[in-house]
């Protein structure tokens, strides 16, 4: 990532093309004070993937922000749909530089109309209380198969949407499309091992910039899950966004994604993620409220 005040960045020495191509899509442009521009991947969906947009939005963030204070939380919503076309315009505000939090605001531009605004809080270290909850008793991701291996069993293929791989993940339990054929399969709870596919800088800032690429890929796919439902017949996307960072983590180590739904309602479903190491300390919260509507009939 190209330096901020502040902050140093480098790229591992050989991460797989994948790795490469997100670790380039986050390294935004700073085209002026405040101003920074994205792209996305030469190909890819029809628009633009929710997690790239809330990744880039948090590096232009933290590109403002000295490098003794961490991101510990981010509160986002999705606009209008991105446009994988055309680059994307960051615009940061700089709403407040405190003794120990700085806030910043982030708007997502293109086509001159907002797409997705984030607000993203910083704090320097200090000591505090700590306590979590345990992680959830599941296999080690040694022992599981991966998520495309998972997809070649049930299908027979790997759809083009997963075929792009700088994350890995090996899924615990069922897959939507087993569950769609064994609704005694049917669940509210959804982990996931993940890690990306390859080595990446020792740059807290760029750890949890990938966290939130990654974030987005599984969690309201938990929310079909708990109604043996596949994508097919299904018009999804996330409305809004929220993670909060208690403790540093690398994402080139295993982490599982402990993911749950609550609730759905009103065509919107409700996901929550915590995030552990494999020693399972609890290093990242997550909470997604998505669209998701039945289009069967459409």
């Known amino acids: 990532m190209s330096e901020p005040p502040g902050r140093e960045s480098a790229h591992p020495a050989e991460p797989n093309q994948d790795l490469q191509e997100l670790l380039d899509i986050l390294d935004l442009e700073k085209i002026e004070v405040n101003i920074f521009r994205g792209r996305s991947p030469a ?8 997690g790239q947009v809330a990744g880039q939005a948090l590096v232009a963030a933290g590109r403002t922000v000295t490098e003794e204070r961490f991101v510990h939380s981010l509160h986002a919503y999705f606009i209008r749909p991105g446009d994988p076309s055309v680059p994307v315009i960051y615009e940061v ?7 120990s ?9 293109q086509h001159g109309k907002a797409i997705f605004t984030l607000s993203a809080s910083f704090h320097r270290s200090e000591p505090g209380l700590s306590h979590q909850v345990p992680m959830p008793q599941v296999p080690p991701p040694e022992e599981l198969p991966t998520m495309r291996e998972r997809l070649l069993q ?3 293929r790997v759809p083009k949407s997963a075929d792009w791989h700088p994350i890995e993940w090996r899924p615990v339990g069922p897959l ?14 959804n982990p996931v091992w993940l890690k990306v596919n390859g080595k990446v800088p020792d740059d807290p800032l760029l750890q949890v910039c ?8 599984t969690l309201l796919d938990t929310v079909l899950l708990a109604h043996g439902r596949t994508f097919s017949g299904i018009s999804m996307a996330s409305l809004d ?8 983590f690398r994402t080139d180590e295993w982490l599982l994604y402990a993911q749950e739904t609550p609730v759905a309602s009103g065509a919107r479903g409700l996901a929550r993620g915590l995030v552990y190491t494999r020693s399972g300390e609890l290093v990242c919260s997550v909470v997604q409220e998505g669209l998701i509507r039945i289009v069967d009939d459409e």
């Open 43 to 50: 190909e890819g969906p029809q628009r633009i993937f929710g």
């Open 93 to 99: 505000d700089r709403v407040r530089d405190g003794r």
């Open 101 to 109: 939090f700085t806030t910043r605001r982030v708007t997502a531009i």
């Open 154 to 156: 049930v299908l027979g």
């Open 176 to 189: 939507s499309y087993e569950v769609q054929r064994d609704r005694s399969l049917i669940r509210t709870e």
């Open 210 to 217: 990938l966290m939130t690429y990654a974030s987005d890929m």
């Open 241 to 248: 966004h929220a993670m909060w960072f208690h403790r540093p």
